[in-house]
């Protein structure tokens, strides 16, 4: 059967509209992508709630960035949540915030990591809730906030509601009602107690963009990106998932990944020494050169 050109132009336009919406809605478990040193988990476009809306308000996450260098580990979280949080006259301090990030070692889920005190987490939020300063933690068991935060009792309450208002829900690398959660019991999504073991240091958009970050190449454009680095020893190596959920649970994203061993004092110095001699014979050849 032969087509018109009209049909044709038809099926291109609507073949382009289809890969427009694939690129601009991840799937509902989009797994870490490794681009520039960086490893990025990103959340589903319309799983952020506020009151009736669903999807695009200020609650929405959109992805989490992680980067190693020798002996530093850097934190990347874009989103439409400010730093300072989002005003609600009935949160527990007038505004509802990020809860605290967490980092699970150990092969468990995440309740039973918790119940054993064997989490790492970050308190980045001075407006959240947590009884903790800022910095990095060990030895950390979590809580729930989100009867203080007007926010979800579960993530099954949580799914349902997203569904129901046309989203997708999903909790970045990981699947909506990935078992690593429990679907029916409390969110934690803060500190409870742990032991503090480093500090943060906070960075621009100008110092994360010079190493390298970049959500815009996954159509990842919430209105803030937050960033932090601290040193790379506060936290063991080994395959981790990471974890942040709001105070409210209103959204939450998750990534897995795998931290490297801080190198030895001894094998850095040797690695020094090494190019510094393949510095000095390349200087020589060079010299040899000219006065040939």
């Given at each position: ?121 970050i308190r980045f939020a001075e407006s959240n809730d947590s009884p903790v300063a800022t910095g990095v933690y060990s030895n950390v068991t979590a809580k729930s906030t989100t009867a203080t935060n007007d926010g ?141």
């Open positions: 059967m032969r087509l018109s050109s009209r049909t044709i132009v038809r099926s291109i336009v609507a073949a382009t509209a289809c890969c427009s919406i694939a690129i601009q809605e991840p799937p509902k478990a989009m797994a870490a992508t490794l681009s520039s040193g960086w490893n990025y988990g990103i959340d589903s476009f319309t799983d952020g709630v506020s009151g009736l809306q669903v999807g695009g308000n200020e609650f929405e996450f959109y992805g989490i960035g992680i980067k190693q260098t020798v002996d530093r580990t850097f934190i990347a979280i874009n989103a439409n949540l400010p730093l300072a949080g989002s005003p609600n006259p009935v949160a527990e301090r007038g505004s509802i915030s990020y809860g605290d990030l967490f980092f699970n070692f150990s092969g468990q889920n995440f309740k039973n990591a918790s119940d054993v005190a064997s989490l790492f987490a979800f009792s579960t993530l099954s309450r949580y799914n349902t509601r997203v569904q129901s208002g046309g989203g997708t829900p999903s909790i970045g690398s990981l699947a909506a009602t990935d078992p690593y959660f429990e679907q029916n019991g409390p969110v934690l999504n803060s500190i409870a107690k742990g032991t503090k073991v480093g500090e943060i240091s906070f960075l621009n958009s100008a110092a994360l963009s010079a190493i390298g970050l970049d959500f815009g190449q996954f159509n990842a454009r919430g209105s803030q990106t937050i960033g932090f680095s601290f040193d790379k020893s506060a936290m063991p190596s080994g395959s981790y998932v990471a974890n942040l959920f709001a105070e409210c649970a209103n959204d939450a994203i998750a990534i897995k990944g795998e931290f490297e061993a801080v190198p030895e004092p001894s094998t850095i110095f040797g690695t020094l020494v090494g190019l510094s001699f393949l510095g000095i014979g390349a200087a020589k050849r060079k010299i040899k050169h000219k006065i040939a």
